[in-house]
C-alpha cells in the first residue's frame, strides 16, 4: 500500500526549521571560533575590518552580507 504523502527535500527542510539570526536563542552569545576565522577572511577579502564586541547573531548576518560581496564565493 502506497501513502499519498508529499515529499520534502533538504531545502523545503532548511526553510521551515530556519530562523533569522535576530530571533536565535543563542544569538547574543559571543560568535563561534569557526565564524570568527571565516568572518576575518571574508572581511579581508571584502575591505572591511572586524567589528569589535560581535555575537552569533551579528557574526552570522555579517557572513551572509560579505559571502555575497566576495569575489571568490559563488552565489
Given at each position: 500500500m502506497s501513502q499519498n504523502t508529499p515529499?520534502?527535500?533538504d531545502e523545503s527542510v532548511a526553510a521551515s526549521t530556519s530562523k533569522p539570526p535576530q530571533e536565535w536563542v543563542?544569538?547574543?552569545?559571543?560568535?563561534?571560533?569557526?565564524?570568527?576565522s571565516y568572518l576575518e577572511t571574508l572581511a579581508?577579502?571584502?575591505g572591511e575590518?572586524?567589528?569589535a564586541d560581535l555575537t552569533k547573531?551579528?557574526?552570522?548576518e555579517l557572513i551572509?552580507?560579505?559571502r555575497a560581496r566576495s569575489?571568490?564565493?559563488e552565489s
Open positions: 515529499e520534502t527535500t543563542t544569538g547574543d552569545e559571543p560568535p563561534t571560533g569557526a565564524q570568527l579581508r577579502e571584502v575590518e572586524m567589528p547573531a551579528r557574526a552570522s551572509d552580507e560579505y569575489p571568490r564565493v
